[in-house]
T-cell receptor
Framework: AQKITQTQPGMFVQEKEAVTLDCTYD???????LFWYKQPSSGEMIFLIYQGSYDQQNATEGRYSLNFQKARKSANLVISASQLGDSAMYFC??????????????FGKGMKLTVNP | DTEVTQTPKHLVMGMTNKKSLKCEQH?????MYWYKQKAKKPPELMFVYSYEKLSINESVPSRFSPECPNSSLLNLHLHALQPEDSALYLC????????????FGPGTRLTVT
């Protein structure tokens, strides 16, 4: 069974500083995908970034980058230049083997990021 | 258009009521999902539709009944719910294959009294 671990329940960061959100995973499948989602208090899950297991380079999307260390099975999200609007819950997720032609996402417990002015 | 819409935003219903949650997307996605999320917990998958056919049912009680009338619409019919079913219900859609990200709607906050 695949598993996602986010051990930091909460973090605080000063505005404009960089922050790293930790995520480790466990899978025996050689082909997998890792995702990060942001969930503000409004409830919507917002896709941030994706990393495939065969991707040679770390994924980047604007201020978001993924520090992918395959041997350590970690996929940490780095947010550069934090903004007040970054305050939210952050979930790391992994794609499970497709069933019936459909993909499942397994989510970690999430962690709450608070950006202070 | 990368939007998934859900109606209603909020719903309060009694245990004997019948109600429906609606989800719509116009991104051409052929996979659609229902998730349940309790406070301070990650989303839990309930159902997956692939090409308008139910492909995954995560052992959800029969008081939740999904329906996919066409490739753009997904419904969740609710009947005889329990107070513990109160949660945020999220709809999502994606391409069917190849690690495509799921796009989520804003959710329906359901309270069962």
């Amino acid at each position: 069974a695949q598993k996602i671990t986010q051990t930091q329940p909460g973090m605080f960061v000063q505005e404009k500083e960089a922050v790293t959100l930790d995520c480790t995973y466990d899978t025996s499948d050689p082909s997998y995908g890792l995702f990060w989602y942001k969930q503000p208090s409004s409830g919507e899950m917002i896709f941030l970034i994706y990393q495939g297991s065969y991707d040679q380079q770390n994924a980047t999307e604007g201020r978001y980058s993924l520090n992918f260390q395959k041997a350590r099975k970690s996929a940490n999200l780095v947010i550069s230049a934090s903004q007040l609007g970054d305050s939210a819950m952050y979930f790391c997720a992994m794609r499970e083997e497709p069933q019936g032609g459909s993909e499942k996402l397994v989510f970690g417990k999430g962690m709450k990021l608070t950006v202070n002015p | 258009d990368t939007e998934v819409t859900q109606t209603p935003k909020h719903l309060v219903m009694g245990m004997t009521n019948k109600k429906s949650l609606k989800c719509e997307q116009h991104m051409g996605h052929r996979a659609m999902y229902w998730y349940k999320q309790k406070a301070k917990k990650p989303p839990e998958l309930m159902f997956v539709y692939s090409y308008e056919k139910l492909s995954i049912n995560e052992s959800v009680p029969s008081r939740f009944s999904p329906e996919c009338p066409n490739s753009s619409l997904l419904n969740l019919h609710l009947h005889a719910l329990q107070p513990e079913d109160s949660a945020l219900y999220l709809c999502a859609s994606s391409q069917v294959w190849d690690n495509y990200e799921q796009y989520f709607g804003p959710g329906t906050r359901l309270t069962v009294t």
